[in-house]
Every structure is written in structure tokens, then in C-alpha cells.
């Protein structure tokens, strides 16, 4: 699979992401979701980072799944997330061709 990079800036808060594509006449509108997760957030505080993005990510909205997860720095990660049903529609798109 080919990707396309286009680079969101590090703003505090969610970003939300829309983008229409256009792959062989098929349109799709995709829909993504940066957030930036802040160590000092941690539920439970732990040195393990992953289980602090476990702990975090544990509750989240059911409605995104994770897609991507950023370089941490010592404040925070930044994490991306995509509509599940965009998801489906990729896999899709993906085993058809």
C-alpha cells in the first residue's frame, strides 16, 4: 500500500482531520483524529509509558480506533486515530484491487 504524508502541526487539543479522496474515479472521504496524550495524565502513574497510553486509550471514544502513534517527547505523544467505518472502507478499497 502507498501512503501520502501531510504533516498537521503539534497544536494543544484534538485535531480534526477531514479529506476527500479520489483512487482509480472511486471518491472517499476519510476522517482522522490527532490528540495529543500528556504523560502528566496517567490514571495510574507508571514509568512503563505503554501501559500509560493502555491506560489512556483504554476508555476512548468507540467510534475511532487507533491508527497511529507519533514520537513521544517528554511532555507528551501524539497519537492519530481514524473513523472505524473509514477503516472498513479502506480494507475494502485494498482487497478489491
Not at 2 to 24: F, H, L, R
Not at 62 to 85: A, H, M, N
Amino acid at each position: 500500500m502507498s501512503y501520502i504524508a501531510i504533516p498537521i502541526s503539534s497544536m494543544p487539543g484534538k485535531q480534526e482531520i477531514e479529506i476527500d479522496v479520489t483512487i482509480n474515479g472511486q471518491k472517499q472521504a476519510l476522517h482522522y483524529r490527532v490528540e495529543l496524550f500528556y504523560w502528566s495524565d496517567c490514571v495510574v502513574p507508571t514509568f512503563d509509558r505503554v501501559e500509560c497510553i493502555r491506560q489512556m486509550l483504554a476508555g476512548y471514544d468507540q467510534d475511532w480506533t487507533l491508527y497511529y502513534i507519533g514520537s513521544p517527547t517528554d511532555d507528551f505523544v501524539p497519537i492519530t486515530f481514524v473513523r472505524k467505518e473509514d477503516l472498513a472502507i479502506q480494507r475494502q478499497l485494498r482487497m478489491a484491487s
